[in-house]
T-cell receptor
Framework: DAKTTQPPSMDCAEGRAANLPCNHS???????VYWYRQIHSQGPQYIIH???NNETNEMASLIITEDRKSSTLILPHATLRDTAVYYCIVRANFGNEKLTFGTGTRLTIIP | EAGVAQSPRYKIIEKRQSVAFWCNPISGHATLYWYQQILGQGPKLLIQFQNNGVVDDSQLPKDRFSAERLKGVDSTLKIQPAKLEDSAVYLCASSRAMQGAVAEAFFGQGTRLTVV
């Protein structure tokens, strides 16, 4: 069973920052927070992951609260190509632990 | 580097027929996953291989589904006989084996199966 809660859908205006929330109140100390997205008719794509510190890469930023019970994925300047389903996943940090997907957030970028 | 390759992209079969899907993971990736994604849902893990050994097949319907990964590289997933509820996208993913750390998984484009 998925250990995360996400809103089913969100809209964001093109060019604005998209902030996608995720609750993971039962996360344990050895579990990372992962984000994947799935564009229509494609397989899921890795975005970013973190343990307790905020993380940033070329795609997005990940903000994790101090108690680690929730996080926010930030797409700083959303484009139409960012329209996708975004999955927040918690995953233990020993090698090859499986990814358990929930239903995710369907993000629609509006022109 | 080349991504995860899957074939075919689409398949339509009648119920009670059999079908097979093929996956070629990224070179050097020891871990291979097969996921089933029903329309409107997130992907569900069917089976996970580490090299050519099964790590997790707890959600694989073993009365009709089978999978193998010969020589620890390519993998095939078979359904025999197919049911209407098997209509879904079948996704293959692979990742590097890492000790004491997580490795991101790379997904193929999937095979869309329609059972009529």
């Amino acid at each position: 069973d998925a250990k995360t809660t996400q809103p089913p859908s969100m809209d964001c205006a093109e060019g604005r920052a998209a902030n996608l929330p995720c609750n993971h109140s039962t996360i344990s100390g050895n579990e990372y927070v992962y984000w994947y997205r799935q564009i229509h008719s494609q397989g899921p794509q890795y975005i970013i992951h973190g343990l307790k510190n905020n993380e940033t890469n070329e795609m997005a930023s990940l903000i994790i609260t101090e108690d680690r019970k929730s996080s926010t994925l930030i797409l700083p300047h959303a484009t139409l190509r960012d329209t996708a389903v975004y999955y927040c996943i918690v995953r233990a940090n020993f090698g090859n632990e499986k990814l358990t997907f929930g239903t995710g957030t369907r993000l629609t970028i509006i022109p | 580097e080349a991504g995860v390759a899957q074939s075919p992209r689409y398949k339509i079969i009648e119920k009670r027929q059999s079908v097979a899907f093929w996956c070629n993971p990224i070179s050097g990736h020891a871990t291979l996953y097969w996921y089933q994604q029903i329309l409107g849902q997130g992907p569900k893990l069917l089976i996970q291989f580490q090299n050519n050994g099964v790590v997790d097949d707890s959600q694989l319907p073993k009365d009709r589904f089978s999978a193998e990964r010969l020589k620890g590289v390519d993998s095939t997933l078979k359904i025999q006989p197919a049911k209407l509820e098997d209509s879904a996208v079948y996704l293959c993913a692979s990742s590097r084996a890492m000790q004491g750390a997580v490795a991101e998984a790379f997904f193929g484009q999937g095979t869309r199966l329609t059972v009529v």
